[in-house]
């Protein structure tokens, strides 16, 4: 099936996979897979049948594209980041079984750490352990561990991440209650394509973090269960609405509402961009900023302007924070969040990151969105903040309203806005 339809895109559902097939340019058609928020984009020459698609020429593999949450009690969680506090333990033989699922082991700092699953004869997995009224955190694990004060002959002991869907890891940490799509307010079969002019991708999901499933452990020592089973409480409740359009977009929608207090510092976006590939030249353009003092990974150090479009040298060395008092106006930090890819002459491609100025938690609302505007990471991604603030209280619920889109800089301006804005 071929797009050809002026102002209607194409699109079909496999699972949990979203693809669609929308007009780039005079020449060229971008076919994008959707899958947990990611984002897996070729070009393809227009006329190309979209069920050819992996002839397409891929710019963007980045599984990195939806944000998760920043916090000093579970580190980096949600989206595609699951526990960091989570080990995989290989040894020649243990002598741990099933029912041993809930017992504490330590390490060299006496940090606990509770086993979780038993994957084989030679692999378990551990996470750290948190007694209540005692520790408020997560802990690393420090050196070696101890089981009654008997060192492991462990032959590896790894970090793993709860999320991350490998064989011997924990399944993710998301549990999926409902997912539906609709096509110009129809829903879209089953591994079938369709042609339309707008599309709504509706998620209810629940985030479960590693305390819901220690909980439940330490009430039924010996069984293993899912880090989503829906025996385990939910941290935080999630609707995303996700709404495709012919150009080469989608606008998202969440209402997040927290189930439990989190506390100390937590961060929250929606959007972030992960990067392409195959382009010699690399610009950022975020309009709304004063010139940023950095350091490359290769040592040069440099002031950039990013309030105009901005040639980087490389990657930043560190994580670099960006505060209001970085803006341009304070009161007024960015919305929009612009990478502009090419061969060095001519740009290319385009990716704008929005956050709306008008619906739900916005650039204005300093009472929510908080001091700290967005962060330059050492990794050349950008990740714009929706809120920052200290503790979050069970009962809150926060809207937030974000823009991805993908567009031709030859032919159309940089100017990007939320739509309607």
């Given at each position: 099936?071929?797009?050809?339809t002026?102002?209607?895109?194409?699109?079909?559902?496999i699972?949990?996979?979203?693809?669609?097939?929308?007009?780039?340019?005079?020449e060229k058609?971008i076919?994008?897979?959707?899958?947990?928020?990611?984002?897996?984009?070729?070009?393809?020459?227009?006329?190309?049948?979209?069920?050819?698609?992996?002839?397409?020429?891929?710019?963007?593999?980045?599984?990195d594209?939806?944000?998760?949450?920043?916090?000093?009690k579970y580190?980096?969680?949600?989206?595609?980041?699951?526990?960091p506090f989570?080990?995989?333990?290989?040894?020649?033989?243990h002598?741990?079984?099933?029912?041993?699922?809930?017992?504490v082991l330590t390490?060299?700092?006496?940090?606990?750490?509770?086993?979780?699953?038993?994957?084989?004869?030679?692999?378990?997995?551990?996470?750290?352990?948190?007694?209540?009224g005692?520790l408020?955190?997560f802990?690393?694990?420090?050196?070696?561990l101890?089981?009654d004060?008997?060192?492991?002959?462990?032959?590896s002991?790894?970090k793993?991440?709860?999320g991350?869907?490998?064989?011997?890891?924990?399944?993710?940490?998301?549990?999926?209650?409902k997912?539906?799509?609709?096509?110009d307010?129809?829903?879209?079969?089953?591994n079938?394509?369709?042609?339309?002019?707008?599309?709504?991708l509706?998620?209810?999901?629940?985030?479960?973090?590693?305390?819901?499933?220690?909980?439940?452990?330490?009430k039924?020592?010996?069984?293993?269960?899912?880090?989503?089973?829906?025996?385990?409480?939910?941290?935080?409740?999630?609707?995303?609405?996700?709404?495709?359009?012919?150009?080469?977009?989608?606008?998202?929608?969440?209402?997040?509402?927290f189930?439990?207090?989190?506390?100390?510092?937590v961060?929250f976006?929606?959007?972030q961009?992960?990067?392409?590939?195959?382009?010699?030249?690399?610009?950022?353009?975020i309009?709304?900023?004063?010139p940023?003092?950095?350091e490359?990974a290769?040592?040069?150090?440099?002031?950039i302007?990013?309030?105009t479009?901005?040639?980087?040298?490389?990657?930043?060395?560190?994580?670099?924070?960006l505060?209001?008092?970085?803006?341009?106006?304070p009161?007024?930090?960015?919305?929009?969040?612009?990478?502009?890819?090419?061969?060095?002459?001519?740009?290319?491609?385009?990716?704008?990151?929005?956050?709306?100025?008008n619906r739900?938690?916005?650039?204005?609302?300093?009472?929510?969105?908080?001091?700290?505007?967005?962060?330059?990471p050492?990794?050349?991604?950008i990740?714009?903040?929706a809120?920052?603030?200290?503790?979050?209280?069970?009962?809150?619920?926060?809207?937030i309203?974000?823009?991805?889109?993908?567009?031709d800089?030859?032919?159309?301006?940089i100017?990007?806005?939320f739509?309607?804005?």
């Amino acid at each position: 099936m071929r797009l050809e339809t002026p102002g209607k895109f194409l699109i079909r559902k496999i699972g949990n996979e979203i693809q669609t097939l929308c007009r780039f340019s005079k020449e060229k058609n971008i076919f994008n897979r959707f899958v947990d928020g990611n984002n897996y984009s070729l070009f393809l020459p227009k006329d190309t049948p979209f069920e050819m698609w992996k002839t397409g020429e891929v710019f963007h593999e980045g599984w990195d594209d939806i944000a998760p949450f920043l916090t000093e009690k579970y580190s980096t969680v949600g989206a595609n980041h699951g526990s960091p506090f989570a080990y995989s333990v290989t040894m020649p033989r243990h002598w741990f079984f099933d029912r041993d699922i809930g017992k504490v082991l330590t390490d060299d700092a006496g940090n606990r750490f509770i086993i979780v699953q038993i994957v084989s004869v030679s692999n378990f997995l551990v996470h750290s352990d948190i007694v209540p009224g005692q520790l408020p955190c997560f802990n690393q694990l420090q050196g070696d561990l101890y089981d009654d004060g008997m060192k492991l002959n462990a032959s590896s002991i790894k970090k793993v991440q709860l999320g991350h869907n490998r064989s011997e890891q924990l399944l993710p940490h998301y549990r999926f209650n409902k997912v539906t799509l609709t096509a110009d307010g129809e829903n879209v079969p089953e591994n079938t394509i369709v042609e339309c002019s707008s599309a709504l991708l509706h998620w209810d999901i629940d985030l479960c973090l590693a305390d819901s499933m220690l909980e439940y452990i330490r009430k039924h020592p010996g069984k293993y269960i899912s880090p989503t089973a829906p025996e385990l409480e939910s941290t935080t409740h999630f609707e995303y609405d996700f709404t495709f359009r012919p150009d080469n977009s989608y606008t998202i929608d969440c209402a997040a509402t927290f189930l439990r207090d989190i506390p100390g510092m937590v961060k929250f976006g929606v959007i972030q961009h992960y990067g392409t590939i195959g382009f010699a030249a690399h610009e950022k353009y975020i309009p709304g900023l004063k010139p940023v003092e950095i350091e490359y990974a290769s040592g040069e150090t440099a002031t950039i302007d990013l309030n105009t479009p901005t040639l980087m040298k490389g990657a930043p060395k560190v994580n670099y924070d960006l505060f209001k008092s970085d803006c341009l106006d304070p009161q007024n930090p960015p919305t929009r969040y612009i990478d502009l890819f090419g061969d060095g002459t001519t740009r290319q491609l385009g990716v704008a990151l929005c956050y709306s100025e008008n619906r739900g938690i916005t650039a204005k609302n300093s009472s929510e969105r908080g001091d700290i505007v967005m962060k330059l990471p050492w990794s050349n991604k950008i990740y714009p903040y929706a809120f920052y603030k200290f503790g979050v209280c069970a009962g809150e619920k926060f809207l937030i309203s974000a823009h991805r889109q993908y567009f031709d800089p030859q032919t159309e301006t940089i100017e990007r806005k939320f739509p309607g804005e």
